[in-house]
């Protein structure tokens, strides 16, 4: 198993002690909390995720190493929660793997993908596709 198989292993066992969505819910908002905040320059319409109903920045910067860090914030506290989520999965690793990846199976998993709305699914799926982009331009 992969360094980020084993992120996700963790995680479902983290969601997996919660016991009903709204334990959850709670869980992913109190993570959102705990992300370090975004400079003033850095919420800039480069690092803005389109296709969110939220305010949504996305920080990449390269790693010396070759893998890639991730940052980010949002203005709504599950929105936070679930880039906390994207960032424990994806933060720190080599675009290889980061491309390698299933995160709709690993949204599966946790049970995030029958709990968001539409609007928040299609919110975290344009987080996904932006880190993607940023991993296939790093590999390039």
């Known amino acids: 198993?992969?360094?980020?198989?084993?992120?996700?292993?963790?995680?479902?066992?983290?969601?997996?002690?919660l016991g009903d969505w709204e334990e959850r819910y709670?869980?992913?908002?109190?993570?959102?909390?705990?992300?370090?905040?975004?400079?003033d320059?850095?919420?800039s319409d480069a690092?803005?995720?389109?296709?969110?109903?939220?305010?949504v920045w996305l920080v990449t910067e390269p790693d010396p190493n070759g893998s890639l860090a991730f940052r980010g914030d949002s203005d709504a506290h599950?929105?936070?929660?679930?880039?906390?989520?994207?960032?424990?999965?994806y933060s720190g690793r080599r675009p290889e793997q980061i491309l390698a990846f299933d995160a709709?199976?690993?949204f599966e998993?946790?049970?995030?993908?029958?709990?968001?709305s539409a609007q928040r699914s299609n919110g975290l799926a344009s987080m996904v596709t932006r880190i993607r982009r940023d991993a296939e331009y790093a590999a390039a």
């Not at 690092?47 to 305010?55: D, H, L, T, Y």
């Not at 998993?109 to 968001?116: I, N, P, R, Y």
Request: aromatic share 4%; proline share 2%.
């Open 1 to 17: 198993m992969s360094a980020i198989e084993d992120t996700l292993e963790d995680l479902a066992a983290e969601f997996d002690v």
């Open 26 to 39: 709670r869980y992913v908002i109190d993570l959102g909390r705990e992300l370090a905040p975004l400079t």
């Open 41 to 43: 320059s850095e919420r």
């Open 47 to 55: 690092n803005k995720v389109r296709g969110c109903a939220s305010q």
């Open 78 to 89: 599950i929105v936070r929660g679930l880039i906390a989520v994207l960032l424990r999965l």
């Open 104 to 106: 709709k199976a690993a």
């Open 109 to 116: 998993k946790l049970g995030l993908a029958g709990a968001l």
